[in-house]
């Protein structure tokens, strides 16, 4: 590259410089002064250039570098002078060919031609990227003579690009690869085992009663453990094999190059075996096993092949049974399709208006006077009919409905108690899911605003579990309920885990004790001394205690000569619809015309007696038979009139063997 004088351009000596600039003159004294001195202009542009630059010749041998350059490098000017520049590159990168492509300059090392983006390695062996880029300095005759390198350094950018990118296949609570990231690496992995003829085999994971301890610890104790879940899983599993966070409580592991399924299950064991060590969460001790349904296959769809293990999981838990391992054997059993369908349905019933609420009465034991109800929900299936709370709860748990439940449940049972007589309390249970949500304060006052209900006529039921870990926002909101008026009552007491830390965490007004308690109490000593320790406990606290699941009256007189106050049961009611404020008008609109219609009836009876009377004409005798023939209507001496018979008093039949009437 040559650059001489002549080929400055002058500006005229009658033009006049722009606004703000220097004058041509000066302009042209500082062209002429870096012209008649190269090196300061090489100084200027190259050797005291921010951009890390570099002279290198037609095979890539470094001959001048710049400061900048030594900086980005990590080296010192000796190191790098006369040396290729292949000294900068990342030696995990592949080498580059010597054939150039169409286009590039055959005459220069493979490593000036890669423009772009690239990455390098520093001194100290750090990683960093640069946008490099080149241009060749010709001789006069047009023969390259060097190249100038420049490397812009992009690391802050491209560590950008690449934390988005890992944002998205990442699940930031774990750190495991996500349902997104699953994908991919699931169809790489099945076109690689079919190469190789080995299997994918999948491992889908599905904690047992993690919600109970999210419900109950709170969210953060639930995020901590679920973050030491994928740690063992992460460390348990071969190099190849790839941990993924499907969401929730979910897990799956996939394990790729597998033989059989006898490997595939010794894996699930494994893993098993790695939950069953205690975790630690703030000073408690949990136990926690997984659910876990397998399946193996190489020539299968990826979609097809995550269905397959989430069904194999489904049957794991489907009857509750805890740290179970299923394989997958075909396609979706028939139990399995019903109950997507009963998911999906469920989605639609709230909005179709198919959930009922029945009630169950609650009553005193020295009278058996009626005190309250308890409200108990059923779905009113379009075509499976009426079905109680235990065929829909998991399918609701499933699709995250159960605090859109339980917001109807309370509203609904506040709006059919403010239409009870006063003195009736209704009691609707609470599940620490729905108690620990934010706005469930105000939900429980909307409730009792919309409805009129006194809040001192609501009881709201929870669990002592419930009450023994509740986090600090179900504290909060239970004080604020119970600042309102609402009452506390603490159900399937003696069940949990610790009956007196339960009652001192929260203000409880009422303790049911268990059904499981009191159904042996006539029989078995052991369960008699239960409940008599019960009923004691909750009488020195000064508690009401209600009694659950009484049967038969053996039972309630065993309980009201121990001191129970309260009882319920199907002994003296099952739970059964009540009408509502709506439906006790609508029933007196329809009574009264009825009543109307009924007199009408009465009065014209009455005529058609007062005239048989007085024409005293014979009427039906004893045994019934007509005493008049009507075969020819067209000789009586009177329009016919409806069939009589006189019942003597006496007559009535005996009906003490009847069922007993509603």
Known sequence: MTLSAPHVPRPRADQPGERGSAPAGTRLRAIDTLLADRGQMFRALFLSSPVPKALV?????????????????????DDMVGRHVDLLAHPDDAPLP???????????????????????RRADGTELWVQQSHDVVHRSTGEPQFAVLSLVDVTDR??????????????????????????????????????????????????????????????????????QVADRLRWSTRVEDTAVRLGADEFLILAEDVEDLDGLRALADRLLAVLDDPFHLGGREIVLSASVGLTLGSDVAPDDLLKQAHSAMTRAKRDGSQGRIEVHDGGLTEDEVDLLQLETDLRRALEEDELRLFYQPIVSLSDETLLGYEA???WQHPTRGLLPPGAFLDAAENNRLTSKLGAWVLRRACTDAAGWPAGLRVH??????????????????????ESGLPPERLELEITESTALFAAEATLQAVQEVTER??????????????????????????????????????????SAALVQGLLQLGQGMGLQVIAEGIEDLDQAEWLRRHGCAMAQGYAFGRPAPLPSRADTTSAEVIVGKAAEEA??????????????????????????????????????????RPFLKVVDDTDEPDRSGDEPRA
């Not at 041998?61 to 900086?71: G, I, R, S």
């Not at 609707?428 to 605003?449: K, M, P, Q, W, Y």
């Open 57 to 77: 010749d037609l095979d890539g041998h470094l001959l001048v570098v710049n400061d900048a350059l030594c900086a980005l490098a990590g080296r010192g000017m």
């Open 98 to 120: 010597d054939a150039p492509a169409p286009g590039e300059d055959a005459a220069l090392d493979p490593w000036l031609r890669q423009d772009g983006e690239r990455r390098l």
């Open 158 to 227: 491209r560590r950008a690009e690449e934390d988005l990118v890992r944002r998205a296949f990442t699940d930031p609570l774990t750190g495991l690869p996500n349902r997104r990231a699953l994908t991919d690496r699931l169809a790489h992995a099945l076109a690689l085992s079919r190469r190789r003829g080995l299997q994918v085999g999948l491992v889908h994971l599905d904690l047992d009663r993690f919600q109970a301890v999210n419900d109950t610890l709170g969210t953060e104790a639930g995020d901590q453990l679920l973050s």
């Open 376 to 378: 108990l929900i059923r």
């Open 428 to 449: 609707v249970n609470v599940s620490a899911r729905h108690l620990a949500e934010e706005g469930f304060t105000r939900l429980v006052a909307d409730a009792l605003d």
């Open 485 to 526: 008026g609402v009452t506390l009552a603490l159900d399937d007491f003696g069940t949990g885990y610790s009956a007196i830390t339960a009652l001192h965490r929260l203000p409880i007004h009422t303790v049911k004790i268990d059904r499981s308690f009191v159904a042996g109490v006539v029989r078995e000593p052991s």
């Open 599 to 640: 007199a009408a009836v009465l009065e014209a009876v009455t005529g058609e007696l007062e005239a048989v009377v007085a024409e005293d004409l014979p009427v039906a005798g004893g045994d019934g038979i007509d005493l008049i023939a009507l075969e020819d209507d067209d000789d009586l001496p009177f329009p016919p």
